[in-house]
C-alpha cells in the first residue's frame, strides 16, 4: 500500500496535422493525456499544469434519416433515440490512453549494490492519435527543463531526454522553447482553449 496517491492525473493535448509530420491520423485533435501521481511529483510538475476542466465540442453531422432503405419510415421511439440535430454538445470523456511512454530516469532501483544497475522509469499514458512528434513537444512542453538530463546521464533526480514506445522506437523530448514556439502541437491548456474554439467547442474549467 503507497503513503501517498497513485491516481492519474490529466494533462491537456492537441494536434494540427499540418505541423505534426506524416502518420497523424486526424486533422486536428485534441484531448488529454495521462500519468501517475507519482511521475507528476518526481517530474516537479507545476499543478497548474493539470486539466481539470471539461471539453465541449458540437456533433457534426444532422439528424438520424429515419427512413431505412426500402423507404419504410420509423417513428422516433426509445430504440430509435439517436436522431440528433447537428448542433448538439457532448463532452468528451477523459480516459487514459492506450498509447504508453516510457521515460528512464536516473534513480538506482538498487543504490548500495553497484552491480545492479537498474534505473526506476516513469510513463505517460498518450490517446492513439498522438504521434511522435505531438508526444516530443507535449513531454517538451510540460516537463520542466531542469529535470531533463543533458548529457544523457541522469543524475537520481533527472530523467533521460528521450522516450520509449513499447515494441520499440526511441525518440527524443523537444526542448521546450521549441516546443513553446510550436503551436502545431502541445500541452498548454492556452493552446488547448484555442484549439477546441477554432472547432466550434469550448473548454469549461
Known sequence: MANKS??????????????????????????????????HRFLDI?????????????????????????????????????????DY????????????????????????????TQVHTISFAFPKWANIATISDALGELIPPGKISVDGSPNATEIQPYFTLPGGGTYGIQKQASATANNRAGSSRAGLKAKVEANGGSVVE
Open 46 to 86: 507545476p499543478d497548474t499544469s493539470i486539466f481539470v476542466g471539461d471539453i465541449e465540442r458540437t456533433a457534426k453531422g444532422g439528424t438520424r434519416v429515419m427512413t431505412l432503405a426500402d423507404g419504410t419510415v420509423l417513428t422516433q421511439s426509445t430504440e430509435n433515440s439517436d436522431g440528433k440535430n447537428a
Open 6 to 39: 497513485l491516481q492519474h492525473v490529466f494533462y491537456p493535448l492537441y494536434m494540427d496535422k499540418a505541423g505534426a509530420g506524416t502518420g497523424a491520423v486526424k486533422d486536428k485533435a485534441y484531448g488529454v493525456f495521462a500519468a501517475r501521481l507519482s511521475t
Open 89 to 116: 454538445v457532448f463532452r468528451l470523456k477523459k480516459r487514459i490512453g492506450q498509447r504508453r511512454v516510457i521515460i528512464k530516469t536516473g534513480k538506482r532501483i538498487y543504490p548500495s549494490d553497484p552491480k545492479k
